[in-house]
């Protein structure tokens, strides 16, 4: 089992940043890869970066690429999501995810992020 839980999120205006993070614990060794997520009101879940633990690759969806930026410390097991230049088609609740080897796939609760115009 791993147990994954988000931070960070907040009401900001456009233009603004945020960093979340996720913080990872339980079967730690057993992750294969982690991303965020988020889910606007009415719209599916889309990925919004991941990042793949055995050798650093990282991806970022285009709609965001150039203003995130997904990075871990594997010494806090935590993975963050900084945030530049945010705007308000940004807002949606951030969700972090994490899949091991076994083709499990984990979720945090998920945090609020509110970009005002």
């Known amino acids: 089992q791993v147990q994954l839980v988000e931070s960070g999120g907040g009401l900001v205006q456009a233009g603004g940043s945020l960093r979340l993070s996720c913080a990872a614990s339980?079967?730690?060794?057993?992750?294969?890869?982690m991303g965020w997520y988020r889910q606007a009101p009415g719209k599916q879940r889309e990925v919004v970066a991941v990042?793949?633990?055995?050798?650093?690759?990282?991806m970022t969806v285009d709609s965001v690429k150039g203003r995130f930026t997904i990075s871990r410390d594997n010494a806090k097991n935590t993975m963050y999501l900084q945030m530049n230049s945010l705007k308000p088609e940004d807002t949606a609740v951030y969700y972090c995810?994490?899949?091991?080897?076994?083709?499990?796939?984990?979720w945090g609760q998920g945090t609020q992020v509110t970009v005002s115009s």
């Open positions: 995810n994490a899949g091991t080897y076994d083709l499990q796939d984990y």
């Open positions: 339980g079967d730690i060794l057993t992750i294969r890869d």
């Open positions: 990042t793949v633990l055995s050798d650093n690759r990282a």
